[in-house]
């Protein structure tokens, strides 16, 4: 039985065009050649291009849809013909937010591969988990865009893991929504879950209300 022939890998930049000997080479030209810097704002600055053209088409399709509801207020009796028009605008508004959303998809994709490139830290674009409290089963999801700002400013948490007293488990899940950069959730990332636990193990039970506290005086600790 003859052998496959496995082919050999190629170390390509496909936004460059340009071939080369071995991934150690590519991973240097990446994070070194001006080249490569040069297409990769190029390739930001179209996909910005794209998403303002969206955006204005979206909106003037959302004043047409006004106005057709304004004139549809007025009429005593359902105009067939303004129904379709209607009908026709919320298709064409749908299909110019879709790919509004592809646009933005390419731009967070694009800007993930550079902090990859650039050997920085990575922070997942949507991230899936599930647990279980006894036998209730949950599952949660998260999705983060960096949209318009310098930096990614959000971050979250899958699963805040804590124990009341009396060594009941309890989960918890956080959204963070940074502003003016991300030192402020960062910190929060890191004290608020202790915090929490610190002033939920100082309750004598737990309850909903012990709860809402201990989540309140937590709070108030990690902003001190």
């Known amino acids: 039985m ?4 496995t082919a050999a890998p190629r170390f390509i930049c496909f936004l460059c065009k340009r071939k080369f000997q071995s991934a150690a080479q590519l991973q240097r030209h990446k994070q070194l050649s001006d080249l490569h810097t040069k297409n990769l704002q190029q390739q930001e600055e179209e996909i910005r291009g794209k998403k303002d053209e969206l955006r204005q088409a979206i909106g003037a399709v959302q004043r047409q849809i006004q106005e057709v509801d304004a004139a549809v207020s007025k009429q005593a009796k359902p105009n067939e013909d303004v ?7 919320e298709l064409k508004l749908r299909q110019a937010l879709g790919e509004y959303g592809q646009a933005q998809e390419k731009l967070e994709v ?11 830290t990575l922070l997942k674009l949507s991230e899936a988990h599930e647990t279980q409290v006894g036998r209730l089963q949950l599952s949660v999801g998260a999705a ?4 318009n700002k310098e930096v990614q400013e959000d971050r979250y948490m899958m699963e805040v893991a804590l124990e009341a007293p009396g060594g009941h488990r309890i989960v918890g899940f956080c959204i963070l929504d940074g502003h ?36 309140t005086e937590a709070f108030v600790l990690t902003d001190d």
Do not use: I
């Open 83 to 89: 129904q379709t028009q209607r009908t026709t605008l």
């Open 110 to 120: 694009s800007r993930h591969q550079q902090v990859s490139e650039r050997g920085g």
């Open 180 to 215: 003016s950069g991300s030192l402020c959730v960062d910190a929060l990332m890191e004290w608020l879950p202790r915090n929490l636990q610190k002033c939920l193990s100082a309750k004598p039970g737990l309850t909903d209300e012990t709860l809402r506290q201990a989540v």
């Open 144 to 147: 983060t865009w960096q949209g």
């Open 2 to 5: 003859a052998a496959v022939a």
